[in-house]
C-alpha cells in the first residue's frame, strides 16, 4: 500500500511508501493523521528499553513544515497513464471501453497544426478511431467527441496517479473532487 502524505493544511503532496511515512514519524514530522493505521512497520532497538521500536502507519499523514503554495498553483502534470484514467479508459469517438495497450492519446487539434499537448486538447481515443481522424480536426472528419476534456484538480490528480488506493484515501480525495469530475460517474 502507499500512504497519501498531505501538507499541514491538509493539501495532497505526494503518495510515498510506508517505509518513507515510516521515516517522516521517526522524526517526529507527521503533525497528524486520518484513518485507522493500516500497517506496523518494525524500527530499530530502542536504547533505553532495549525493546523494539514499533510505528503505527495510518493511510493519510499530514507532515510539518512550511506549505509549498507553488505546485499547488500549477496544473498536473498530462501522462497517457492519468488521460486515461481520467476518461476511464473509453474511446471518446467511439465510446468503447479499451484496455490501456488500445489507447491513444489524441490530440484534439492535431500537433501537425498546432494543436498543444494539454490537458484540454488531449482527449483519450482507441487506436482505430484515432488513425480514421489522422490530422484532422473532429468536425472536419465527421466525429464528434462524446465527452469533454477538462483539466484535473490537484485531489483528482491525486487519485490518477494513485495505484492502490485504500478506502479512506479514496474517501478523502473525492470529498475535494468538483461533482462534475468524471470519477464521480
Ligand atoms: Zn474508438
Known amino acids: 500500500m502507499d500512504v497519501l502524505q498531505l501538507d ?34 518494525r524500527g530499530g532497538l530502542q536504547r533505553r528499553t532495549g525493546m523494539q521500536s514499533r510505528i503505527e502507519v495510518h493511510p493519510i499523514i499530514a507532515v510539518r513544515g512550511s506549505v509549498p503554495s507553488r505546485a499547488w498553483r500549477q496544473a498536473p502534470a498530462l501522462s497517457n497513464a492519468k488521460l486515461f484514467a481520467r476518461d476511464r479508459y473509453i474511446c471518446a469517438y467511439c465510446g468503447h471501453s479499451f484496455h490501456v495497450d488500445a489507447l491513444t492519446c489524441e490530440h484534439i487539434q492535431p500537433s501537425s497544426r498546432g494543436g498543444s499537448d494539454s490537458w484540454m486538447n488531449c482527449i483519450t481515443a482507441c487506436r482505430g478511431c484515432n488513425g480514421r481522424k489522422g490530422s484532422r480536426l473532429p468536425e472536419e472528419a465527421h466525429m464528434s467527441l462524446l465527452y469533454l476534456p477538462y483539466v484535473p484538480s490537484l485531489h483528482e490528480d491525486m487519485i490518477l496517479r494513485g495505484r492502490r488506493i485504500l478506502a479512506d484515501q479514496m474517501e478523502f480525495l473525492l470529498a475535494s473532487v468538483p461533482r462534475s469530475s468524471r470519477l464521480h460517474g
Open 8 to 41: 499541514i493544511s491538509g493539501r495532497p503532496q505526494a503518495w510515498i511508501t510506508t517505509r518513507e511515512a515510516a521515516a517522516i514519524y521517526a522524526s517526529d514530522g507527521v503533525a497528524w493523521t486520518l484513518g485507522d493505521p493500516c500497517q506496523v512497520m
